[in-house]
């Protein structure tokens, strides 16, 4: 595939497919393994969901239900940034070629506890930015939302940058390809809707193929602006 050349979402996707082809096996493997580490919290967030619901049927346990949840939202919180910044590695290695495996996923906590740290720290300023943009307008805080995509994919090329100069560097990069990573997002709705047919199983095939088509999509932008930065400049 021409990185350097702006290519259509529908080639990214093709080529997406086919880097799924010989390594599916352990793209799915990976994803159940993360599957499992969420049971928990996905588990107690059912749960309490179903006490509130149903609250009448429960004479014991509200409050350990309560504590349950928010133990492993705590968890969920904390160790958020550490996956994302895992799963972009991840992604980024099949793209390039390189020799990737399912512990790539854990390299967020692997780095180090300053870096582990970093990872948590990076995600809470996206989030907390976004959030602050949906304050004012929802459109805004979309187009931020898309703004700060690539973050956690430059944080992984370069280890040594500020947590703010990758907010700021990801902004940079998407200026006037939001749109085009928007609509490379709802490419995937049929995809979503079969995979709730499937009971869920389906998501186990697609997170992969949407993970790998991000990576593409950064992959491509970012070699294209490095051939001709003019053309990309504000």
Known sequence: MDYETIQANHELRRISRHQMRDVLGILIFTHFVFFLI???YTTFSILEMIRKEFSFLYTFGDASFAEGEFMFSIITLLTRGAFIFGFA???LKRVRGQEFGTMNIFDGFLNGIKNFFSYFVL??????????WLLLLIVPGVMKFYSYRMAFYIKYDEPEIGLLDAIDKSKAMMQGCRLKL???????????VLSFLTLGLGFFVLFPYMGLSEANFYENLKRSQEKAPEAFSA
């Not at 928007?182 to 979503?192: E, K, M, N, P, V």
């Open 123 to 132: 995600d809470f300023l996206i989030n907390l930015f976004v959030f602050l």
């Open 38 to 40: 969420n049971v928990p």
């Open 182 to 192: 928007a609509l490379l997002d709802l490419s995937f709705i049929g995809w979503i």
């Open 89 to 91: 590695g991840f992604f």
